[in-house]
């Protein structure tokens, strides 16, 4: 299907989103509430959404192979621009520039997609960041722990998330690994890191006329020992960190240039110093956008959404019918074998009142494995309630339930700081 087929403008706002990743569902819902036609241009992406849409367009929307010029030809036929999807976010902006169209610009979303650009730029600009290395070869590596020790960590620059990210224990195993995470990188480009220590965080962020307008925190808890897969992220009403994290956002913001945007940062708080690992210049995902609006009562998609058509979002007092609860929180299923049935959510839900949702994510027949990358992870657990500490140990037993019952090995492991000392 081309531009034409999509015909012209009705008399309701049109939106163009180009590409969209996995578990975003949610906010094709949000943007139907607000009376939009949507327009779904992803010919590419796992998370399938056409029944959602009111039209579809199967294009490449991938940065490096999209096809911009249809694209863009579509966007002329649209007031805005977005995207759910990570590898889509350079292509979103170029096509929403090359429309005339609002947006974060090509040049900001290059940083979005680059960790290289991203440590190069913040550490010009002062940001705090861990020590880093561009590795080209042996020779660098040697450069960077130049006689010291501990854990580091190797990078592809412009997958994805977490996706090829890997822990190494020293030199001689960076020296062993750093060809596997090249081979990961479209641009066959690795940084090094220095593991950084502490508490990790991420930080969602509204940003209007470059001030942060909204801020939300949520604490985030990964499997070990040597990637970086999400597996829970916890979210409280009441956010003692938000306002240290409102002043790091207007740094990181200002660093990256970024005047009207939603973003999300992830950093490590040790000792109360913040240190910025990542950013991205769009909603986050694996449910981010429902447990914000669980416990702030402001909806990250919409935010994305009007600003994308060049309105300013009713920020930041949320709708008045709106009730929050103190916590909620996502706990991820990751396993490996052969599933060998579906389970029904309530039998896993039964006999834990602040569990709310279960969605095995692997079917009958397939095999879950390790994830490289978070869209590899076996399926979820959701919910919320008034106490942080009962809902968590819920959400284990769900996700254990379903681990059992579907026939995987379930991996709880938990990153451990006393194993990086």
């Known amino acids: 299907m081309s531009a034409g087929h999509v015909g012209a403008r009705r008399s309701r706002p049109r939106l163009l989103v180009v590409g969209a990743s996995t578990m975003r569902d949610h906010a094709f819902a949000v943007w139907r509430e607000l009376g939009l036609e949507i327009v779904l241009a992803d010919g590419y992406s796992g998370g399938r959404y056409e029944h959602l849409v009111h039209h579809f367009v199967a294009l490449d929307p991938r940065d490096g192979s999209a096809a911009v010029t249809e694209l863009t ?9 977005v995207t759910l999807a990570d590898n889509s976010q350079l292509t979103a902006a170029q096509v929403a520039h090359d429309a005339g169209l609002p947006g974060i610009g090509p040049e900001i979303a290059l940083i979005a997609r680059s960790k290289l650009l991203q440590r190069r730029v913040g550490e010009r600009r002062g940001l705090s960041t861990p020590r880093w290395r561009q590795v080209s070869g042996a020779d660098d590596l040697d450069a960077f722990y130049d006689g010291r ?6 990078k592809p620059v412009d997958c994805a998330g977490s996706a090829g990210v890997l822990q190494v224990a020293d030199a001689a195993e960076a020296r062993r690994q ?24 991420c930080v969602d962020a509204v940003v209007l006329d470059g001030v942060p307008a909204f801020v939300s925190v949520c604490d985030a808890e ?12 916890t979210y409280a009403a009441v956010q003692p960190d938000r306002e240290t994290a409102t002043s790091e956002i207007g740094l990181v913001a200002d660093a990256y240039g970024l ?26 995902g694996a449910l981010v956008p429902e447990l914000t609006e669980r416990v702030t009562g402001i909806d990250l998609y919409e935010a994305q959404a009007q600003l994308a058509l060049g309105r300013t979002p009713p920020l ?11 916590f909620a929180e996502v706990r991820f299923l990751v396993g490996s074998g052969p599933v060998r049935r579906f389970v029904p959510p309530a ?3 039964a006999g834990l009142p602040d569990v709310k949702i279960v969605n095995q994510l692997v079917l009958p027949g397939q095999r879950a494995r390790l994830p490289v990358s978070e869209e590899g992870r076996a399926g979820y657990a959701v919910g919320w309630g008034a106490d942080r500490d009962r809902l968590d140990r819920q959400l284990r037993e769900a996700t254990g339930r379903l681990g059992r019952e579907m026939g995987i090995v379930e991996h709880p492991d938990r990153r451990s700081e006393a194993a990086h000392a």
């Open 259 to 284: 005047r009207d945007g939603v973003m999300q940062a992830e950093f490590k708080i040790d000792d109360g110093r913040w240190t910025l690992l990542e950013v991205t210049f769009r909603p986050g």
């Open 73 to 81: 030809e579509l966007a002329r036929t649209c007031d805005g621009v």
């Open 316 to 326: 930041p007092e949320p709708d008045a019918a709106w009730s929050p609860v103190p």
């Open 347 to 349: 039998t896993v839900i």
């Open 222 to 233: 990964y499997v070990g020992p040597d990637g970086f897969i999400a597996v829970s992220a």
């Open 178 to 201: 750093w060809p596997v995470v090249r081979s990961l990188s479209p641009s066959r480009t690795v940084v090094i890191e220095e593991f950084v220590g502490g508490r990790e965080v």
């Open 149 to 154: 020790s501990g854990w580091s960590v190797l």
